[in-house]
């Protein structure tokens, strides 16, 4: 049955029996991601972040020598890859060894999707999963329920290490839209009763939603907020043109799915009133890392192994991601297309295992120049614009960029010459740039905000 039929059933659905729907939905989730070894492997992770760097290296190298021979024996893809490449994989014993390996590319993984996965599982017994596509390559992964299990329990670790405790209850700003775009009045949120949480329709907040949404959460108490940043910046932006307060902040809020930027992350903190915290993962489980009250990003090297490569200059560096996390679907030495700054220093909170500061500036989301250069984190820019409520850059053609902008009510000129002139300071003075004030900037399928979208095609440049 197509989604859309579900879909338009639920809609016309009065609001308690919605809940019930949502409730359902919520219950087959938390049966999949919490099920019979997720306990194991919370408590197993909770003790493992303690261990010695001589603990994490003898394991890690264990794991790495068992993945190259798993992949190498019974996923299809691996073992012609890497006869292909020569690779002689008894040769591969540690984390060292592993750049001896070829990289793999999202397209090398979107041709081979069936190859990809192993031959010891049912394809009919694993759990799809789609890549959200803001890349432009929209990817189908294939992931063991035990994987599952282990990729939550990481999830979970990370929030007990702010002080929260299991199906404690949650305010999400996701990207599914749990209302009708139809819908005028409120309410503009759905309860997810067996995970303890709700749902906030992200696509409703707006000028004329925002006093009704403040009044239903100053009226309850969450825990914790988690998800997508740039609808918590909506919200928060909403919330301080208003003069709006809320008056029971919450413990923690989880940034997830999205880059959080800067000036974002002190939007939200200031006018939610608490602590904002980020988490960097990934639909292929390839790689994750988890901050911890430090500040930084620990990699969480229970089940992956993260290199970065340096490509010029600057101090942002590719990321490389192994995991053996999930044996129906292992990516080895994988190029995500995301960035990181690695620390070489150790992190006081006492955990051994490597770190990063900030994640950022993937490789798609670039302006390419008029002479050919694609620059990547240009979103850095918009730190500059204080009255703006959203923006997104945007290029159709080589000489020109636009700044599309939902402005704030104190949007003016000098907001504008401060994009320029960052934007001039990091890519010169060829283009034209255009602003485009819109009353809002459209998202893409999957919900997810893009902060610069490129047209250009890879091939011209
Ligand atoms: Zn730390």
Request: proline fraction near 3%; hydrophobic fraction near 35%.
């Amino acid at each position: 049955m197509p989604d859309s039929f579900i879909e338009n059933i639920y809609y016309k659905l009065p609001y308690s029996l919605q809940n019930i729907a949502v409730s359902l939905y919520g219950l087959k989730l938390k049966k999949d991601r919490y099920s019979a070894r997720f306990s194991d492997h919370l408590e197993f992770l909770k003790e493992s972040e303690w261990k010695s760097r001589e603990q994490i290296e003898t394991y890690q190298n264990e794991k790495i020598t068992q993945l190259i021979h798993h992949a190498y024996h019974i996923v299809p893809f691996y073992k012609k890859w890497y006869d292909e490449h020569g690779v002689n994989i008894s040769q591969i014993k540690t984390v060292d060894d592993l750049q001896k390996l070829p990289v793999l590319t999202k397209e090398m993984v979107k041709k081979n999707q069936e190859e990809l996965i192993s031959n010891k599982f049912e394809k009919a017994s694993l759990k799809k999963q789609l890549t959200s596509g803001t890349t432009g390559t929209p990817l189908t992964i294939y992931q063991t329920k035990e994987s599952l299990n282990l990729q939550w329990a990481v999830f979970w670790r990370f929030r007990e290490r702010f002080g929260v405790k299991y199906n404690d209850r949650q305010l999400m700003f996701g990207a599914r839209l749990p209302i009708s775009q139809n819908q005028q009045n409120p309410p503009y949120w759905r309860h997810d009763y067996f995970n303890n949480r709700v749902y906030l329709s992200t696509s409703h907040i707006s000028q004329k939603t925002v006093h009704d949404i403040v009044d239903y959460l100053n009226s309850t108490y969450f825990v914790f907020f988690t998800g997508y940043p740039s609808a918590m910046v909506n919200l928060a932006n909403l919330m301080r043109e208003n003069d709006l307060k809320l008056l029971n902040p919450p413990k923690i809020i989880f940034s997830a799915s999205d880059a959080l930027l800067k000036n974002h992350k002190t939007i939200i903190r200031d006018v939610f009133g608490a602590p904002v915290t980020e988490f960097y993962g990934n639909v292929e489980f390839a790689g994750t890392m988890s901050k911890c009250k430090h500040g930084r990003f620990h990699v969480d090297y229970e089940h992956c192994h993260i290199e970065s490569q340096k490509l010029d200059d600057s101090e942002n560096q590719e990321l490389i991601l192994t995991s053996w996390g999930n044996e129906a679907m292992p990516f080895i030495r994988y190029r995500i297309g995301d960035y990181g700054i690695p620390l070489h220093s150790e992190c006081e909170c006492g955990r051994k295992s490597d770190t990063f500061s900030g994640i950022d500036g993937r490789t798609e989301d670039y302006v390419v120049t008029p002479d050919g250069r694609k620059l990547i984190g240009m979103n850095q820019v918009f730190e500059y614009a204080e009255n703006a409520l959203e923006i997104q850059l945007f290029q159709k053609e080589k000489e020109e960029i636009i700044f599309r902008i939902v402005p704030g009510k104190n949007f003016g000129e000098k907001d504008k010459e401060s994009l320029i002139r960052e934007f001039r300071r990091r890519a010169g003075d060829e283009m034209t740039i255009r602003f485009d004030l819109v009353d809002s900037i459209e998202k893409s399928s999957s919900g997810k905000f893009r902060a610069v979208i490129s047209e250009i095609d890879d091939s011209q440049v």
